[in-house]
């Protein structure tokens, strides 16, 4: 019942255990001041978008959510800017989460005809080893979080989930990417860490669908005119046990 307080002006938080903010947060409409650093958060709620008054807001970095610790002092129309960014990518969708779980395989739940429409998915920081073929199903996935796993492989299949934006591969033994990344026309947040022939350094794009793109046409030219070669290679190999 916190929406209650219709006078609030100012809310200390910081330092707390709080994982999540309720919804009706949206309701203190006299609300000036907000701090929630020092708070294992995991998620902030579309509502804050509400607090017209908001002049003061501090928060420190949510996965996903904020890329870095938010201290704003007397600014509103930077936290109208920041709660724009930040809820423009997040959206209002079905979202998934399972971050650090100990999860040895991509929950198969997530393919439930009630979460077919999930839009993120957060899997960062478990031992998932492959994802499923059908991860094509899920259509309006818009953001897609495997950072620290077990993934040696991408599927060929992810380049059909033309809704993508957001894709995080780092901290997983990858040793190749698939070229179907090429067909992600929305991708704007892309990591990864170095895949030996493929990646020559650790890549970290944020907000930059122009430089994701110059990325993939570098990397999948390269691998394409690789494979051109082994398998010209393996032709003219073939063409001389013929001849002997």
């Given at each position: ?67 870095q ?50 839009e ?64 992600l ?5 892309f ?52 001849s002997?």
């Amino acid at each position: 019942n916190i929406g209650n307080l219709s006078q609030l002006v100012v809310l200390h938080l910081h330092h707390n255990n709080l994982r999540t903010i309720p919804d009706n947060i949206g309701n203190l409409s006299q609300l000036e001041y907000l701090s929630l650093y020092g708070n294992p958060l995991i998620d902030l709620p579309v509502s804050l978008r509400r607090l017209k008054n908001l002049e003061v807001f501090t928060c420190d970095v949510i996965d996903g959510i904020l890329e870095q610790d938010v201290r704003i002092w007397s600014n509103k129309t930077k936290i109208r800017k920041l709660f724009d960014k930040v809820f423009k990518r997040k959206g209002g969708g079905l979202r998934y989460f399972a971050k650090n779980c100990g999860l040895s395989k991509f929950p198969s739940e997530v393919f439930d005809e009630s979460r077919r429409n999930v839009e993120v998915i957060y899997l960062q920081g478990n031992n998932i080893s492959e994802i499923p073929e059908n991860i094509s199903c899920l259509r309006h996935l818009k953001e897609l979080w495997l950072s620290y796993n077990n993934l040696r492989t991408i599927p060929d299949n992810i380049g059909n989930l033309s809704q993508l934006e957001d894709l995080t591969l780092d901290g997983n033994p990858l040793i190749d990417l698939p070229v179907s990344l090429r067909r992600l026309k929305n991708l704007e947040y892309f990591t990864c860490d170095v895949i030996d022939g493929i990646l020559e350094q650790d890549v970290r794009i944020s907000d930059n669908k122009t430089e994701i793109r110059k990325l993939f046409d570098k990397v999948f030219k390269k691998k394409v005119n690789t494979n051109k070669q082994i398998n010209k290679q393996i032709q003219v190999n073939n063409k001389q046990k013929l001849s002997t």
